[in-house]
């Protein structure tokens, strides 16, 4: 299951100054499902995948690599019911403009074996 273009905020950041304002960040999920059969409940449910990244990005946590923050949302994700395995990419926008380059991001995927 492919959820792309997740869009969250965070105070996320290892810079001086980066976790003063919430930025934007934009998360990419990619789920191995364990699917049992064409049933709705036989699957994932992607709706509670949005809410999941949007939660590990909000104002109560806070990372300084978004290397972790993609870390803590694929955890995340593993506690869901059906999913095997989870590819978490967060790509930093900010961080691209500033830099001039075409995007920055991260990705985990977890277990890792």
């Given at each position: ?18 976790k003063d ?5 934009v ?14 409940d ?15 990005s909000?104002p ?8 972790s923050?993609a ?11 059906r ?26 995927t977890?277990?890792d074996?």
């Amino acid at each position: 299951m492919f959820l792309s273009g997740i869009e969250v905020e965070g105070r996320h950041g290892a810079r001086p100054g980066e976790k003063d304002a919430a930025q934007p960040f934009v998360v990419d999920l990619d789920l191995e499902i364990n699917v049992g059969d064409d049933r709705i409940d036989a699957t994932a449910d992607y709706r509670a995948s949005s809410p999941n990244a949007s939660e590990a990005s909000s104002p109560r946590r806070s990372f300084d690599l978004i290397e972790s923050m993609a870390d803590a949302i694929a955890r995340e994700c593993l506690t869901f019911d059906r999913v095997l395995r989870a590819t978490v990419v967060v790509h930093k926008p900010s961080a691209a403009s500033r830099l001039e380059d075409p995007g920055v991001a991260a990705a985990v995927t977890l277990p890792d074996h």
